[in-house]
Structure formats: C-alpha cells, structure tokens
C-alpha cells in the first residue's frame, strides 16, 4: 500500500513570492492534516481535513496560507505571499479513523529567502 | 510550560543496554498518546500507541499514568538501528485530534 506522498520535496523561493505543496494521502483515508516544523521548534499542528471539509484549522499562522482538499482526495497547502519566517518542513499526516495514529509523509523542506 | 516536555537527550547508549524515555503531557482532557520515532531529515514514524494498561511490541514497552500526566518508552537490548529521536505525542482533548508534539529525545546506540 502507497504511503502518504509530498510534492515537491524541496522548494526555495524568494520572499513575497507564491508555493504551493500538495499531499497525497493514503488511499481511503479520510481525515488529512498539516503540520509544520521550524528549525529547532517542535512540530506544529496547522490544520485537519474531514474528506474535504476543514475540520480544525486553528493552527495557520494568518491569511497568507490558504489549504483546500478539493473533492476530499489530495491537499494542497499555498502560501501567498512567502515570508522569511515561513522557512520549515511542512508535513502532511493521514488516517482513517481520528482515534488511530497519524502516518505522515517525507515532508517539503520549504526555504524563503 | 510546554503542553508535551521531553528531555532533549542525547541518551548515549552502548548496544544491548536498555533505555527508558519519559513525557509529561500538560492537559488532562488528552485523549490519545503515541510514541514515533523519526530519523535524520525523516518523516515521524508511527512506533506505538501508548494505553494506561501498558503495551509491549518487542523489544519495546510504554506506558501511560493518567493521574501524573506521564508516558514513558523502554527499549530493551538496544541495536545501533535504533538510533533516532524519540517523539511524544499526545492528541488534542475532545473535539479535535490535532496531535501535540514533544521536541523529541534523541538516542544514539553506540558500538
């Protein structure tokens, strides 16, 4: 069985530009989730999708990041406009059941310079 | 206070040693608990789910006390693949399942 999948694995963009990454998660799985690491911090929680509803995104930082799960499949996550402070690994986890654990993907190291 | 703290390590361990991690979760409405396990520039891995009963899947054991707010991880006979860091995680109370991460405990198996 294919596990969660991130695209792209690796993004540098310049302050004030646009990213987007997207997840695929596993087969089947309902519930899809956001998370984020800066450097040094511990992994944070973003947002939580229910098929394609948002679920509990009270975790993005502002209005600049912006998710959408059309069709309740694949996510993607934009940022618009990029700051510096947005610089990180996002990760993107799934399950079937909100009571079992997490499996997450390999991650987008996403860099703002 | 942090909501999920974990003693940052390094725990420096010879092989077949055994090594116990602790975790100490601030909110008693927590609803579910796990170890993960990640590697350098890896994914979390999902290692355990943690039960107050206790649960054991080889070489490894956790355990949950609800009334001190505590989770450990025991690894018995330590192999040099189990080099990592150690992640609590601890699910947000009812309502949401956002999980709540530690900052991880790293271990290193030596030779």
């Known amino acids: 069985e294919a596990g969660v999948t991130q695209f792209p694995s690796h993004s540098v963009i310049e302050k004030g530009q646009t990213v987007t990454l997207r997840c695929d998660p596993i087969?089947?799985?309902?519930?899809l989730y956001w998370y984020r690491r800066v450097m040094g911090k511990e992994i944070k929680f973003l947002l939580h999708?229910?098929?394609?509803?948002?679920?509990?995104e009270s975790g993005m930082p502002n209005n600049r990041f912006l998710a959408e799960r059309t069709g309740g499949t694949y996510s993607t996550l934009k940022v618009q406009p990029a700051e510096l402070e947005d610089s990180g690994v996002y990760f993107c986890?799934?399950?079937?059941?909100?009571?079992?654990?997490?499996?997450f993907g390999p991650g987008t190291r996403l860099t703002v310079l | 206070r942090k909501e999920v703290e974990q003693d940052p390590g390094p725990f420096n361990v010879p092989e077949g040693a055994t090594v116990a991690f602790n975790c100490t979760y601030s909110n008693s409405a927590s609803q579910s608990f796990f170890w993960y396990r990640q590697d350098c520039r890896k994914e979390p891995k999902l290692l355990m789910s943690v039960y107050s009963s206790g649960n054991e899947d080889g070489r490894f054991t956790a355990q949950l006390n609800r009334a001190s707010q505590y989770i450990s991880l025991l690894i018995r006979d330590s192999k040099l693949s189990d080099s990592a860091t150690y992640l609590c995680?601890?699910?947000?109370?009812?309502?949401?399942?956002?999980?709540?991460f530690g900052t991880g405990t790293r271990l290193k198996v030596l030779a």
């Open positions: 995680v601890v699910s947000a109370p009812s309502g949401t399942y956002k999980y709540i």
């Open positions: 999708f229910v098929k394609e509803s948002k679920q509990d």
């Open positions: 087969s089947g799985h309902d519930n």
């Open positions: 986890a799934s399950s079937q059941f909100v009571s079992e654990g997490q499996y």
